[in-house]
């Protein structure tokens, strides 16, 4: 190894006399005193081949440089070197004299560099540290495979500045797009790599760049980056040579070494040019990765420091004067470490520069998904899978998180799997997160490991309880967490200015996380260590439940992890992981809680308690993925009602896992929920899922945003009778979806689909090939607001011949115009149709329509209830209207006709229609220019004993105050008659 000195590159160092001397001092320093003694015995008394001795009297009060430059003298630098072979040799010394031997060799082979051989190394090194950064091991990889650094490689957010405890208080506990929005204010002042050592406004440099970050966030990926992008001419172009010091690496250490024999191993080729590396020290930089897993001491002296870079001391020693610039003083350092070994640090250092990796960003996490599928359709899949769940996404920020998660999604790709249907849990994915963290563990530390967990599980849960995120030195103590070793690797440390004090706080890397901790201190086996902690946090279940209801945000995910960590497969490999006892005790209190848990004040009022309102019970059941479990604590009720909820990707699986193990469901109702999909072109936010659906991918068959609860309803057991997707923002391809469960669910009797505009005529089509289906028993079928014309009503009309079980049947509010109604009577005109209520109000209807409407009547004897408001029906429409409902074959009960323009002209024909018909009991005139005298024309028809009618409305008809009184006198001769007209 190079052992050349500062001290001597002053000189020529095309001499050799330097060389020389330098390695006898280090041979000679190597030597204990007796040895020393002896060499000097020889060296006066012995055969040295040929070679006079030095006298005795010039050596017996000799030091090792006092030899040194006796041997030199008298022999000159060559001939030394020999002498003190042989000496060696002769002492029975012959490792020394080997290794004088080898040094000898490489320091001949450096001397002999020129300055056009020196700019050639400093290309090859260059090319040297390109080839071996380049590519990385993949922990998934079989032995021998590398994937590209710069492929994998995402960009992370790094700040250059302190955040408050109230702003890190935020950031822990940040989900979804609160997090999201934290993290671009974080990258809109965040610094790049290339700024780390650029100067501060006011002129300061820095020589030394401290680069924060938690467990797996990224330090170790961002320092072998930077080598490879110095080595390509991207960064860093002031530094002539870069060298790359794992500390993992650096424990393996135990002998002495020296900066130089450092520097030699950070080359791939040997024998580098030392002396000319050593010149210009300001031109180098270490980066020194992985400060906090150094096993080593530095509280040491200064005296005990070396000051040459050819010195050998301790590896602790080297670094520590490296630290400390009593070596080397002008080089530039950039050291990575975990918060929690930042003190140990401080210590070392002077006029550092400190910057913290966040993570990644929204667009970074997007990025790394793209980058590590090959298959670009698998990483958008992956992606828009994990993007619909806030904590998933919201953890993603961690490398090793998304590295994880894209593993667990890959395996389930190449085996032709469905994301939604084998996706591993969040329990599973925080699992194998504790897993990689604790595989850097030596087999030693991890013995320690059930203890430490133990206490770290009982400080979470005391937090959850507390509601903090946030501790103390003193209360890390407390729990006895002291050990430095694995510390670091579950809680990060924080400094804060308080006062005119630095203190230190500690926290889980997220709020999740430390409900995970929270969640696993109720299931781990108490051995005693527990009850001797302080302010040990209750372990009773159901105080925790009994807080959860009233403070949801907070114990949501430890509720959720509970369930979680009850499934056999998890709470095995965490048993297996951790060498922790795990027990699964609470799980009949949990089961006991699900089936009372929606007995609120309003359920008990009602005596309603068989309907799920809360969607966090299914994401519960979800997580604990045992099939028997989930089907008895459903087995309690018979609905779910979601109305008015935001379901991302990940709300649907859970919904769809929930329902196949759902046998006695009997109504589902999600009316006015959004069904959000990630649009793959918006990187700040979810969109509705009609966003991700234009029509020309529905034309290809891609499949609808509700399309995995379709599929679940399909191919669930349970007998469903109400289905409610009313203003969900659906768009045509969710009827493909639709149409299946439509036949297999002969149950189902009712269906909402109203105030879906999108909906449109293809949407219709598709549903009628359910409808149309002989298994299909549908009842009540609500598609009104769907922006259906003419063209739905053709397919509809078939639907009501073939569909003899179809009875309540609303299109209102859609452009259907006379032509639509003309073909939907083609179908309400069979002999096989059995609608009795049909609902067309605000249906572009006119006279024409009206015609159609009145074979209708007549044909139709079901037919009981027929809504017609909002339409340019007019009094010639009316009229037709009129004569059918006098027909004695015509059974209607309810017609509506308001604000329908009519005027006087057709109270007439009301008058005539309400003392001949047989059934009508219900008309709505309201909003309609009719006024006095025609409004006395229909009393005189309700004073008639042939008229039946028992409700008329006549609200904002323009009746005066003595016609409204009249209005009122009818009451004494027909007291079951109710005239409404406010």
């Given at each position: 190894m190079g052992l050349l000195s500062s001290k001597s590159s002053t000189s020529s160092r095309g001499s050799f006399q330097g060389i020389a001397g330098e390695l006898l001092f280090n041979a000679?320093?190597?030597?204990?005193?007796?040895?020393?003694?002896?060499?000097?015995?020889?060296?006066?008394?012995?055969?040295?081949?040929?070679?006079?001795?030095?006298?005795?009297?010039?050596?017996?009060?000799?030091?090792?440089?006092?030899?040194?430059?006796?041997?030199?003298?008298?022999?000159?630098?060559?001939?030394?070197?020999?002498?003190?072979?042989?000496?060696?040799?002769?002492?029975?010394?012959?490792?020394?004299?080997?290794?004088?031997?080898?040094?000898?060799?490489?320091?001949?082979?450096?001397?002999?560099?020129?300055?056009?051989?020196?700019?050639?190394?400093?290309?090859?090194?260059?090319?040297?540290?390109?080839?071996?950064?380049?590519?990385?091991?993949?922990?998934?990889?079989?032995?021998?495979?590398?994937?590209?650094?710069?492929?994998?490689?995402?960009?992370?957010?790094?700040?250059n500045k302190h955040r408050d405890e109230e702003q890190r208080e935020h950031e822990i506990m940040a989900m979804g797009r609160r997090h999201t929005e934290i993290m671009k204010e974080q990258a809109n002042s965040s610094v790049t790599v290339d700024d780390l050592f650029k100067p501060s406004p006011d002129g300061w440099t820095p020589k030394v760049v401290v680069l924060l970050g938690a467990a797996g966030i990224g330090k170790t990926m961002t320092a072998r980056k930077i080598m490879l992008d110095w080595a390509s001419d991207k960064v860093f172009v002031e530094f002539d040579y870069v060298f790359y010091i794992h500390c993992r690496e650096g424990n393996l250490l135990t002998s002495e070494a020296?900066?130089?024999?450092?520097?030699?191993?950070?080359?791939?080729?040997?024998?580098?040019?030392?002396?000319?590396?050593?010149?210009?020290?300001?031109?180098?930089?270490?980066?020194?990765?992985?400060?906090?897993?150094?096993?080593?001491?530095?509280?040491?002296?200064?005296?005990?420091?070396?000051?040459?870079?050819?010195e050998k001391r301790p590896v602790d020693i080297i670094l520590s004067s490296l630290f400390r610039k009593t070596v080397l003083h002008d080089c530039s350092l950039l050291i990575t470490t975990r918060p929690a070994a930042l003190q140990k640090l401080s210590k070392c250092l002077e006029c550092e520069r400190h910057v913290e990796i966040l993570g990644f960003s929204e667009a970074e996490r997007k990025e790394y998904f793209h980058k590590f599928f090959e298959n670009r359709e698998q990483a958008a899949t992956a992606f828009q899978f994990v993007r619909g769940n806030e904590t998933l996404f919201t953890m993603c920020l961690v490398p090793i998180m998304c590295w994880i998660i894209c593993t667990v999604m890959k395996q389930q790709l190449s085996r032709k799997r469905d994301l939604t249907q084998s996706t591993k849990t969040m329990t599973g994915i925080y699992i194998l997160y504790l897993s990689a963290l604790l595989s850097s563990l030596s087999s030693e530390l991890k013995q320690s490991m059930p203890e430490v967990l133990r206490r770290l599980c009982s400080l979470a849960a005391d937090g959850v309880w507390k509601q903090k995120v946030l501790f103390t030195e003193e209360e890390v103590h407390e729990y006895a967490l002291e050990d430095r070793k694995v510390l670091p690797l579950l809680l990060n440390e924080h400094t804060f200015h308080k006062d005119i004090d630095c203190i230190s706080t500690y926290s889980f890397i997220h709020l999740s996380f430390q409900e995970f901790f929270a969640a696993l201190f109720y299931l781990l086996e108490d051995e005693g260590e527990a009850q001797m902690l302080p302010a040990d946090p209750t372990r009773d279940v159901n105080k925790l439940l009994e807080n959860y209801s009233n403070s949801r945000n907070y114990f949501m995910l430890t509720v959720r992890f509970l369930f979680g960590l009850l499934n056999e497969e998890r709470r095995n490999t965490l048993q297996k992981e951790t060498g922790c006892k795990i027990s699964p005790k609470i799980t009949q209190k949990l089961l006991t809680w699900l089936q009372e848990s929606q007995k609120n004040a309003l359920a008990v009022l009602t005596q309603e308690t068989t309907?799920?309102?809360?969607?966090?019970?299914?994401?519960?059941?979800?997580?604990?993925?045992?099939?028997?479990?989930?089907?008895?604590?459903?087995?309690?009720?018979?609905?779910?009602?979601?109305?008015?909820?935001?379901?991302?990707?990940?709300?649907?699986?859970?919904?769809?896992?929930?329902?196949?193990?759902?046998?006695?469901?009997?109504?589902?109702?999600?009316?006015?929920?959004?069904?959000?999909?990630?649009?793959?072109?918006?990187?700040?936010?979810?969109?509705?899922?009609?966003?991700?659906?234009?029509?020309?991918?529905?034309?290809?068959?891609?499949?609808?945003?509700?399309?995995?609860?379709?599929?679940?309803?399909?191919?669930?057991?349970?007998?469903?009778?109400?289905?409610?997707f009313d203003?969900?923002?659906?768009?045509?391809?969710?009827?493909?979806?639709?149409?299946?469960?439509?036949?297999?669910?002969?149950?189902?009797?009712?269906?909402?689909?109203?105030?879906?505009?999108?909906?449109?005529?293809?949407?219709?089509?598709?549903?009628?090939?359910?409808?149309?289906?002989?298994?299909?028993?549908?009842?009540?079928?609500?598609?009104?607001?769907?922006?259906?014309?003419?063209?739905?009503?053709?397919?509809?009309?078939?639907?009501?011949?073939?569909?003899?079980?179809?009875?309540?049947?609303?299109?209102?509010?859609?452009?259907?115009?006379?032509?639509?109604?003309?073909?939907?009577c083609r179908g309400l005109t069979q002999p096989s149709c059995r609608v009795q209520k049909l609902w067309l109000w605000r249906c572009c209807l006119t006279e024409v329509g009206c015609r159609a409407l009145a074979t209708v009547l007549r044909m139709n004897p079901n037919l009981t209830e027929l809504h017609l408001g909002d339409n340019e029906l007019g009094n010639a429409g009316v009229r037709q209207l009129c004569e059918s409902l006098r027909d004695a074959a015509c059974r209607v009960q309810i017609l509506s006709l308001w604000q329908c323009r009519l005027t006087e002209a057709c109270c007439a024909d009301l008058f005539t229609m309400l003392t001949a018909s047989q059934s009508l009991v219900h008309l709505d005139l309201s909003e309609n220019d009719l006024g006095d005298s025609s409004v006395q024309l229909l009393c005189e028809g309700l004073r008639?004993?042939?008229?039946?009618?028992?409700?008329?409305?006549?609200?904002?008809?323009?009746?005066?105050?003595?016609?409204?009184?009249?209005?009122?006198?009818?009451?004494e001769i027909k007291p079951n008659l109710n005239i409404g007209y406010i």
């Open positions: 000679l320093e190597k030597l204990s005193e007796m040895d020393f003694k002896r060499f000097r015995d020889v060296l006066a008394h012995g055969d040295l081949q040929g070679q006079r001795c030095i006298p005795w009297g010039r050596l017996q009060k000799a030091d090792r440089t006092d030899t040194k430059n006796l041997m030199l003298r008298f022999y000159g630098g060559d001939a030394a070197l020999n002498v003190a072979e042989a000496v060696l040799e002769q002492i029975h010394l012959r490792d020394t004299a080997a290794w004088l031997r080898e040094e000898r060799e490489k320091a001949l082979r450096r001397a002999a560099f020129s300055s056009s051989s020196v700019s050639d190394y400093k290309k090859n090194y260059k090319k040297d540290i390109r080839n071996a950064y380049s590519r990385m091991k993949d922990r998934n990889a079989r032995v021998g495979d590398k994937v590209s650094l710069n492929h994998r490689y995402s960009k992370l957010v790094i700040v020296s900066v130089e024999d450092l520097i030699s191993r950070c080359c791939p080729s040997g024998f580098p040019p030392l002396t000319e590396m050593l010149k210009n020290p300001e031109k180098l930089l270490f980066v020194i990765d992985g400060f906090d897993e150094l096993r080593f001491s530095f509280d040491r002296p200064q005296a005990d420091l070396c000051s040459q870079p050819w309907v799920i309102r809360e969607l966090e019970l299914c994401q519960c059941l979800y997580e604990i993925q045992d099939e028997r479990f989930v089907t008895t604590a459903l087995d309690h009720f018979t609905g779910m009602y979601f109305r008015g909820v935001n379901l991302n990707q990940f709300d649907q699986i859970v919904l769809s896992f929930t329902i196949k193990n759902f046998p006695r469901l009997e109504s589902l109702d999600l009316g006015h929920c959004s069904f959000i999909w990630d649009d793959p072109k918006d990187y700040t936010g979810l969109q509705p899922a009609k966003q991700m659906y234009p029509e020309k991918q529905q034309e290809e068959g891609k499949e609808s945003p509700i399309h995995l609860l379709c599929q679940a309803l399909e191919k669930s057991g349970c007998e469903l009778k109400t289905l409610r203003q969900c923002q659906l768009t045509g391809a969710c009827c493909r979806a639709l149409a299946p469960v439509l036949r297999a669910k002969t149950t189902l009797m009712e269906l909402d689909l109203g105030g879906n505009k999108e909906l449109s005529d293809r949407g219709v089509k598709l549903l009628c090939e359910g409808l149309n289906h002989a298994a299909c028993q549908v009842q009540t079928l609500r598609m009104g607001c769907c922006n259906l014309t003419a063209a739905s009503c053709k397919d509809l009309a078939a639907v009501l011949g073939a569909t003899p079980s179809l009875a309540h049947l609303d299109l209102s509010d859609n452009p259907l115009g006379d032509g639509g109604v003309q073909e939907l008639q004993p042939t008229c039946l009618l028992q409700k008329l409305w006549l609200k904002k008809t323009g009746l005066s105050k003595e016609m409204l009184q009249n209005l009122a006198a009818l009451k």
